[in-house]
Every structure is written in C-alpha cells, then in structure tokens.
C-alpha cells in the first residue's frame, strides 16, 4: 500500500466513525417498544382556536389574527391523538398545559432533545398523574418561505400577497414529540418540516384581512389537523406505539 493509500484510508475511517458519532448523537434512542397499556399523557401547547395569518408586501401590512375562528381544536387534535392510541391498547390522558412549557413552546429544545430544565417539569408531571409517556403537541416558528424574514407559528389559514397578488395556504406549523419518562428521554422526532403548507387556491383574500370568514380559517386548520395526523402516526409507528 502506497503512502497517498494509506493516508486515504485513514482519512475514510476517521470519517465513518465522526459520521457514526453524529448519527447516535442525533436520533434519540428508544428503548425498546412500549407496552401494551402504556398511560400516556397528551399536552397540547398550541393555540385553542385556529389563526389567520397574513404577509403582505411591507411589514406593516403583516397581520396575525386569533380571533377569526372560535372553534375548539384542542377537542378534535384530543380526540384524534387519543383515539388512535386508544385503538391500538394504550391509555391516554389530556393534561393541563404546563404554565412554563407553554411559556417557552417555541425554544423546549436543545439541539433534538428536551432541554434539562424541561425535563425535570416533565418528570414531575408524568409522576403525579402515573405517565409512562407524554405526547406535547407544540407550535414550531419558522420562516414563511425559504429566506423569508416574516414567521409563522402554529396552525390554521395563511395568506400571502405581494403586489396584489395574494394566495392562501393551510398553515400547518404543528410538531409533536413523545417523551419517555422512564428512560428521561425523547423519542424519534416526527417528520415536522417548514414549507409544506398545502395551498387553498379557492379562498379568496380580501383586501382587509379582518374580513376573512372563520369558516374559510376552520378549513384550513382542518387540512393542517389531517396534515398533522399523517406524520403523528408515521411517528408512533416508528417508536412502534402501533
């Protein structure tokens, strides 16, 4: 083996095993598959009602209205999340948001994993309701299109005009995480990505966006709840819950 050879090879192993490393660094373990009847907490930090967000041509056109719909979708992610845990053997159980998880939905982790301080507020949760799990349903901030300076968060209709011309999307900006309270640990991540808003070409804008019907949003949130539904499930499946 010549030199140039050798050095190559090294080379090629140091960096199988530095990819190895940040392979096991950046997917969380699961320890095993969860058993039949697990009780599993549900805390959903997201807003109650769905929102109507708008971007317009300059900042000051920006809107973000909370009020449009008065429609309760923390019941219809409840039921959803909890039926599907329940049909395959487990126990779930809504629990009250966390005054400090919800205060910080946006920042709960530190690179993947729950922060430190977060997960102490978790293990006291699932310790006093007798959690073997907790799903957190949570709204991730992120940009609106690729290099935008304008974000979005959470779940509902989002509008987008620029020199008059306008579009509409579901904003499906909802993640969810399971954290395993015996091994103090998060599971797989869900299959969360920004940029993904399925478009809504007929809803029609209008020119004030506090004129936009709360029907029109609740069809939005509609979409994005399905969204969220899909990779929820493909989650569970791989942390094999179901």
């Known amino acids: 083996m010549s030199i140039f050879q050798g050095e ?3 080379k090629l192993t140091i960096a199988i095993i530095l990819m190895s490393l940040v392979g096991c660094a950046s997917v969380p373990a699961n320890y095993g598959k969860p058993e039949v009847g697990s ?18 041509t300059t900042i000051f056109s920006n809107k973000n209205l909370s009020e449009t719909s008065k429609s309760n979708y923390h019941q219809k992610f409840n039921h959803k999340i909890s039926t599907i845990l329940t049909n395959h053997g487990h126990i779930p159980k ?7 998880l919800l205060e910080n939905k946006n920042s709960l982790f530190s690179y993947i994993d729950f922060k430190d301080k977060y997960k102490a507020t978790l293990d006291k949760i699932a310790q006093e309701n ?3 799990f907790i799903v957190i ?3 991730p901030s992120g940009p609106a299109w690729v290099n935008s300076s304008a974000y979005l968060s959470g779940y509902g209709l989002y509008s987008r005009c620029i020199f008059g011309s306008c579009d509409a999307y579901a904003l499906n900006y909802v993640s969810a995480r399971i954290y395993d309270a ?5 599971l797989n991540p869900m299959d969360f990505g920004f940029f993904e808003q399925v478009p809504m070409p007929e809803v029609n804008i209008p020119d004030e966006p506090n004129e936009i019907q709360a029907e029109q949003v ?8 399905n969204n969220f539904m899909t990779k929820f499930t493909e989650m569970l499946k791989t942390s094999e819950f179901i």
């Open 218 to 225: 609740d069809a939005a949130a509609d979409k994005a709840l």
């Open 137 to 139: 349903v949570y709204p």
């Open 8 to 10: 190559f090879v090294y």
């Open 39 to 56: 009780k599993i907490g549900v805390m959903l930090l997201i807003d109650e009602s769905p929102t109507y967000q708008h971007i317009g």
């Open 130 to 132: 007798t959690l073997d």
């Open 182 to 186: 015996k091994n103090k640990t998060s």
């Open 94 to 100: 809504l629990i009250a948001a966390n005054p400090s």
